[in-house]
């Protein structure tokens, strides 16, 4: 999705670069003005498909996350995805319906629509720090305390013959609920070290490579979610906070964008209809 974004920017981009690279003042000169200028055939066609695609991306997501619309065919994580694409590519396509000409209600829906956008990046950012189940339900605490328990268990039975492991294990994964301190380089350094030595020990005691290379993916999960038990109330606490900036400026964007749809109508403008 990342891609179809990046290729559609750099099609508008090169398609109108010669339009939009002109001062304001010398555009009404360029032979295609009628076609890309905001109220133009293009220009016009542009904004309403960025309109829908913002207004379609937000209306599935809350539907389906508070409501439970089509929870079934719906996961949750992957419709955030497609929510975060459509939001994303839409504001694109509507930047370029203004032809990079800001001014008025205008400008206020725009910068708006800038600001949930930029929200809508930390949220992502947050939203993926808080451990889900496959379905994109927000794990527990002590859902995440128990995953670790049960991953502790069976590296505590798969390395029970070397003691010397064990140990080490469990001290290099307790920071990660603040029962160990240091900085992020020191626990880093000490997990790769422990991994380093249990490596080296399956080695000499002729563990298959397949068994040995998955105990060591076990036991980079029990660090990762050591720590996501560490970040889990912190990211839980943000993504509330982050709820009371990104909803309001959605609101704004909304109903700024009806004025403005209002308004252009009641000025006469039209489409291709």
Known sequence: MVAIVIMVTVYL?????????????????????????????????IGILGTLMILFGVTIYIARKRYNFMAKQLRLKYLLEFHIFLCTLGP????????????GLVSVAFWSMVAVVASGVVGRFIYIQIPRTIEGRELSLNEVKGMRSELASTLERTLGSDQGLVPMLAAASSG?????????????????????????????????VDERDSIIR????????????GRLQTM?????????????????????????????LAFGYRWIF
């Open 236 to 264: 839980q606490k943000l993504f509330k906070y982050w709820h009371v900036a990104h909803l309001p400026f959605a609101l704004i964007m909304l109903i700024v964008l009806v004025i403005h749809v209002a308004v252009t």
């Open 92 to 103: 694109i396509l509507i930047l370029f319906h203004t032809a990079f000409k800001f001014g």
């Open 176 to 208: 990660g609920d603040g029962t160990r301190k240091g900085s992020f380089f020191k626990l880093y350094f000490e997990e790769r070290h422990t991994v380093q030595a249990i490596r080296s020990s399956l080695k000499a005691r002729n563990v298959a």
């Open 13 to 45: 981009g090169y398609t109108g670069y010669s339009y939009y690279q002109l001062p304001l003042e010398e555009r009404f000169y360029h032979p295609r003005h009628d076609w890309f200028k905001p109220s133009g055939a293009y220009g016009h066609g």
């Open 218 to 229: 076990t036991v980079k999960e029990e660090f990762a979610l050591s720590h996501r038990i």
